[in-house]
């Protein structure tokens, strides 16, 4: 999975806060495909350079390719982009009313 986002605040932040929200995605991800959890400790993150970006965004691009090996041959298939919002949505719980 490549996960690219466009953001002012400090390179040490947003990788921070990129791998805890890539991490968390990519375990859901390979639960929802295949019935396993992955903990946290076994999966590994890394960053590639930065590069200048024109304008911040709010959003994470999510790129992911899939292998599928045939003996010694290994071939690599692009999945859909998906676009996930840098911060966390807030839930909200409808119809509970807790008055005194």
Known sequence: MHFKVA???????????????????????????????????????????????????DAITIQVRGMEGRGKRWEAFPFPSRTLPYTKQKRTHVGQDRRP
């Open 7 to 57: 953001r002012r605040d400090s390179i040490a932040d947003v990788r921070r806060h990129l791998a805890s929200r890539g991490v968390t995605y990519f375990q859901q991800n390979i639960y929802r495909q295949h019935r396993r959890w992955m903990p946290r400790r076994e999966l590994r993150v890394a960053f590639e350079r930065e590069e200048l970006a024109l304008q911040p965004s």
